[in-house]
């Protein structure tokens, strides 16, 4: 298993426990096309996953990380960064994305792999007295924001990076990145 994303694909996950106040926490369980039962809980912006053969009483894999939920061209997706998966450890530390839909009962997670171009932009940047200002000097989705500046709380804390503010449209922002060496 190289990514969740091939766990997660085209999964549809039940809930069976509520958690913190983001969207998706709780505890989620769903099947894989083995029949093996995958655990899924979020809090506190991270997941963490079990894969387990139930009839089998047998372990199979996991894995966990930080989790982001956005908003991109009108579609909800959840990035994921790896902090362990035990079936390829060379995994940890990628990213990936997937699209999701959400009701009272049921969270839908499909293929991230769309091939398609969501958007991309770019530009200056300013750091000082605990805020990042970004100046956009481009965006492919709307070049009315060329010129605008967004300003986040931020925080080095050695490798970690964390900024938290509001986006180009409005919603929240927190991110964690780590500085690769």
């Known amino acids: 298993m190289k990514a969740i994303l091939s766990l997660l694909l085209f999964f549809t996950f039940f809930k069976v426990q509520a958690a913190d106040k983001s969207p998706i926490g ?5 099947k894989d096309a083995a029949g093996n039962t995958i ?5 506190d912006n991270y997941l963490m ?9 047998k372990y199979v894999r996991s894995g966990g990380g930080s989790y982001q939920l ?3 061209a009108g579609k909800k997706v959840i990035s994921y960064k790896r902090d362990f998966n035990t079936e390829d450890s060379s995994v940890v530390g990628l990213t990936v994305a997937n699209v999701y839909t959400l009701n009272d009962k049921d969270l839908v997670l499909t293929d991230g792999d769309t091939h398609q171009f ?14 990042y200002t970004e100046t956009i000097e481009f965006f492919s989705r709307d070049n009315k924001r060329v010129g605008a500046s967004l300003t986040f709380d931020c925080v080095l804390n050695g490798k970690d990076w964390t900024h938290a503010g509001q986006s180009t449209t409005g919603t929240r922002v ?8």
């Open 26 to 30: 709780g505890a989620w369980q769903s």
């Open 39 to 43: 655990t899924m809980i979020c809090s």
């Open 49 to 57: 996953f079990a894969v387990y053969d139930l009839a089998q009483q």
């Open 70 to 72: 956005s908003d991109i």
């Open 118 to 131: 969501f958007g991309s932009g770019g530009g200056t940047y300013t750091v000082k007295d605990g805020k």
């Open 174 to 181: 927190h991110e964690i990145w780590e500085r690769e060496e």
